[in-house]
């Protein structure tokens, strides 16, 4: 299977129909918060739609576009990407410059702290 890489501009389109379900052109266009050409919008889905990451179907005179990618597969490739191209592979690295980075709550440490802890055998707690 291919894995899921996407620009900027198709994870924007991307965005909008994994929030929809599926969506026209219009449909997409009127949701993404840059003020993008209908023909910028319907380019980025015949893209998406020849890398096999959309399908369309006709509707009336327009076409419905659906994913064929689930938000979370593209979210875990996106992430394998930034792990092996930023952090040299390193979860450690990455978790540890967004915690200093600033701007992670205490909360969402805890949660994080919490997520690790489930995720780590028993024995080693």
Sequence with gaps: MVEAQF???????????????????????????????YTTVQTV?????????????????????FPLV????????????????????SPELLLSQLVAQGGVSTDHIRRMRNLLDLHLPEENR
Excluded at 52 to 65: I, L, M, Q, W
Excluded at 70 to 89: F, I, M, P, V
């Design 7 to 37: 620009t900027d501009r198709e994870l924007d389109v991307m965005a909008v129909l994994w929030e929809l379900g599926s969506a026209t052109v219009p449909e997409a266009r009127v949701r993404i918060a840059d003020d993008l050409a």
């Design 70 to 89: 689930a938000r979370d597969e593209a979210s875990q490739s996106a992430l394998r990407r930034l792990l092996a191209k930023l952090c040299g592979g």
């Design 45 to 65: 889905l015949r893209t998406l739609v020849s890398k096999g990451f959309v399908k369309t179907e006709e509707e009336g005179r327009f076409h419905r576009y």
